[in-house]
């Protein structure tokens, strides 16, 4: 005598369970896949301002490469000066003007707006602090 399979659960209680197996499974691969997109998503490795040398490692030649700009504004009140630049390489930024923080507001005490100066800035903390200015003489 050869029994048959049914294709679907026959009894109420073995449907339900293969219901939730279902959900169970298809939750899970969702789950899967929005992890997977998210950690993509997330992931920032191409970024050239979070390609940093691994600790104990030499610094690159251009660690303290300086930066030409201008300064259209020091504020020192708030520490932070306003700096039309050129392409700052270490940071694989293009030229433009932007305000940054200097990490030590006593070197902006001689700064005025229109100062030709040379300047080596950072990324910490999320925000883009100068570590090092100077004024070229004009």
Same mark, same amino acid.
């Given at each position: 005598?050869?029994? &048959?399979?049914?294709?679907?659960?026959?009894?109420?209680?073995? $449907?339900?369970? @293969?219901?939730?197996?279902?959900?169970?499974?298809?939750?899970?691969?969702?789950?899967?896949?929005? %992890?997977? $997109?998210?950690?993509?998503?997330?992931? %920032?490795?191409?970024?050239?301002? %979070? &390609?940093?040398?691994?600790?104990?490692?030499?610094?690159?030649?251009?660690?303290?490469?300086?930066?030409?700009? +201008?300064?259209? $504004?020091?504020?020192?009140?708030?520490? &932070?000066?306003? *700096? $039309?630049?050129?392409? *700052?390489?270490?940071? /694989?930024?293009?030229?433009?003007?932007?305000?940054?923080?200097?990490?030590?507001?006593?070197?902006?005490?001689?700064?005025?707006?229109? /100062?030709?100066?040379?300047? %080596? @800035? +950072?990324?910490?903390?999320?925000?883009?602090? *100068?570590?090092? *200015?100077?004024?070229?003489?004009?």
């Amino acid at each position: 005598m050869t029994f &048959k399979t049914p294709a679907f659960p026959t009894s109420v209680h073995a $449907r339900r369970l @293969a219901s939730l197996a279902f959900v169970a499974l298809a939750s899970a691969g969702l789950a899967t896949g929005a %992890h997977a $997109r998210d950690a993509k998503a997330m992931d %920032h490795s191409d970024h050239s301002m %979070h &390609k940093m040398a691994p600790q104990g490692a030499a610094a690159p030649a251009n660690a303290m490469e300086l930066t030409d700009g +201008e300064v259209t $504004r020091w504020n020192p009140a708030t520490g &932070k000066v306003t *700096i $039309r630049h050129a392409e *700052i390489k270490n940071l /694989d930024m293009p030229a433009m003007t932007m305000v940054f923080a200097l990490r030590n507001p006593d070197d902006g005490a001689a700064l005025k707006a229109g /100062d030709k100066v040379r300047f %080596h @800035a +950072e990324s910490a903390d999320g925000s883009l602090v *100068i570590t090092r *200015i100077e004024v070229v003489a004009q």
